[in-house]
């Protein structure tokens, strides 16, 4: 791991890292996969310049381990590095508390341009409590579900949601098999990506998926 160098923290504070953004940058805690995770959470697209994967061990509703990998600048690494200290040993309805002004502060602040990235580390914790929920049989899958899980997949050609725009035609769910319907071309590079994204997304969960491609 890459030592800690005044030089370049120097240059950093000029324009609004903290130590503590730098630290965790340099030397990011809970780094790597996770095997047997409870549940894992994305969100994000490295097409687009950030994204990040959380692995959560969960026993007796208490988060035990977090890990997670990361795609992008020193910001959202620090932020998904904090955020996995911040929630390790919490119940699921704490971390659920947990919002993006949280990470913002116990980094010591983020320049206002790099929030984005913690409002990123605070929707892939959301996304992945939401899915041990209905792991759990807390929570159903409705649309409402299908909603907050998809608004982590990104287009590649905008950086936006697939929700964003005409790309969600809406989705149909009986029982455990739950149908996405998309306005994108089905032989398309971009419904490959959709697909492979949206299937990851899903991870975890005992659903039968199906992804419709209809070009309108």
């Not at 994305?42 to 509703?61: Q, T």
């Not at 992008?72 to 309805?93: D, F, Q, R, W």
Request: aromatic residues 8%; contains cysteine; proline residues 3%.
């Amino acid at each position: 791991m890459e030592r800690f160098d005044a030089r370049r923290w120097d240059e950093k504070k000029r324009i609004g890292y903290s130590r503590k953004v730098l630290q965790y940058f340099l030397h990011p805690k809970n780094v790597g996969e996770m095997e047997n995770p409870s549940v894992t959470a994305k969100a994000g697209s490295p097409a687009c310049g950030d994204m990040i994967k959380l692995y959560l061990k969960i026993e007796n509703d208490r988060i035990t381990d977090a890990k997670f990998r990361s795609y992008g600048c020193a910001a959202n690494i620090a932020t998904a590095s904090v955020l996995t200290e911040m929630i390790k040993g919490k119940t699921v309805e704490e971390a659920k508390k947990i919002k993006f002004r949280d990470i913002v502060e116990e980094l010591g602040g983020l320049p206002q341009i790099k929030y984005h990235c913690a409002v990123l580390a605070a929707e892939g914790l959301k996304q992945a409590l939401a899915k041990w929920d209905v792991i759990q049989g807390r929570r159903k899958i409705d649309e409402k579900f299908v909603k907050l899980i998809l608004a982590a997949v990104i287009d590649p050609l905008t950086g936006e949601s697939v929700l964003k725009g005409d790309k969600y035609r809406g989705c149909k769910i009986e029982g455990k098999k739950v149908k996405i319907m998309l306005n994108i071309p089905k032989d398309s590079l971009e419904a490959e990506a959709f697909e492979e994204q949206i299937r990851e997304a899903f991870e975890g969960l005992d659903v039968d998926l199906e992804i419709e491609f209809v070009e309108s």
